[in-house]
């Protein structure tokens, strides 16, 4: 009889050990049905267009910037902005990710201009495949591109020249110009038409040597090898103008590593911690900056204004502005 209740208590205790397994095990896949239910159901943004930035300087604080400005003209305008190329394990080329845009039939493309015939090609491409184009901070002569959004290359010219006479002395003699290779062509000759005829107008009580150097900024050994020879040379200049972001930091760490500071003036471009830094310290002397936010977002307003009107202004113009030691402190502010 003992035996018999001891087989049911432990026929019992099986059954309910199995019971709470049961029930454990429904709960789990109630659990797991729900979750994929809800995600199932999630809801997502949706936007009546799509547009892409396209650029070659991904890891450039200007183009960050832009960015940012084009991604809250967006969100006013119910376009979602796509920069293209970032995190990918792959580098790609501005033409290849202009092809990659056609393929995926993009609504727009924001592109950081050059002049080169391999994007003025890729432009005319989108265009014929129906995709507008917004070329920014440098211009394709010649293309199709819907509209350009930036400062002239004569006034660009002009600013740095007027920079040059403020530092200048009669000691002055030498002025280098660093550029970037990508742009050379007419924007170049803008550029230095825009220089020489102030220098000539407005510094015409000095006597100065003007030349320009064209570096390929995204191939970081060129740069500073061409650096380390200017400095190191028998003729080193004076003035050295730096025409973007990226030369703009590797002049001034130059001037710092070769023992030239107060020796060569630096005037430079856009702004960053590291440039701020160095205008703070009176290494860089001036940088020319413009409004990096209002070109990403005039840019997108001006896609947006293309869709519902057909129309839209064939050269957008931003201001720019110039940063020194007496204003520096109200750009720490906006960094």
């Known amino acids: 009889m003992k035996d018999k209740k001891k087989i049911i208590v432990v026929f019992l205790m099986i059954l309910i050990v199995l019971m709470v397994i049961l029930i454990g095990m429904m709960i789990y896949w109630r659990v797991r049905i729900m979750r994929q239910i809800n995600a199932d159901t999630q809801t997502y943004d949706t936007y009546s267009w799509h547009y892409v930035m396209i650029t070659d300087k991904g890891n450039s604080t200007f183009w960050d910037h832009v960015y940012e400005g084009a991604a809250t003209a967006g969100k006013e305008c119910d376009a979602y902005i796509e920069k293209m190329g970032e995190g990918l394990a792959v580098t790609y080329s501005k033409e290849e990710m202009i092809e990659i845009a056609i393929y995926s039939k993009v609504d727009g493309i924001l592109l950081e201009g050059d002049e080169s015939d391999s994007q003025r090609e890729m432009i005319d491409r989108a265009v014929e495949a129906g995709i507008p184009v917004i070329t920014m901070l440098n211009d394709n002569y010649g293309s199709r591109r819907l509209s350009f959004v930036g400062i002239g290359n004569y006034d660009i010219g002009r600013e740095y020249a007027r920079e040059v006479i403020k530092v200048a002395t009669k000691d002055t003699k030498d002025v280098l110009l660093l550029g970037d290779r990508t742009y050379e062509g007419n924007g170049w000759n803008l550029i230095m038409n825009g220089f020489s005829d102030t ?22 050994f060129e740069v500073q090898e061409t650096l380390r020879e200017i400095f190191l040379g028998d003729s080193v200049p004076d003035v050295v103008v730096c025409l973007n972001e990226v030369n703009t ?62 129309y839209v202004s064939d050269y957008i113009t931003i201001e720019d502005e110039v940063i020194n030691k007496n204003n520096i402190e109200e750009y720490r502010e906006h960094e």
């Open 249 to 310: 930091v590797n002049a001034y760490q130059a001037v710092v590593d070769y023992n030239m500071v107060g020796q060569v003036k630096i005037i430079g471009y856009y702004m960053s911690d590291t440039i701020l830094n160095a205008i703070g310290k009176q290494v860089i002397t001036s940088s020319i900056v413009f409004d990096a936010d209002e070109m990403g977002h005039l840019a997108v307003e001006a896609l947006n204004e293309y869709h519902k009107t057909g």
């Open 199 to 220: 220098i000539r107008n407005e510094g015409n009580h000095l006597e100065l040597n003007t030349s320009l150097a064209t570096l390929n900024s995204e191939d970081p």
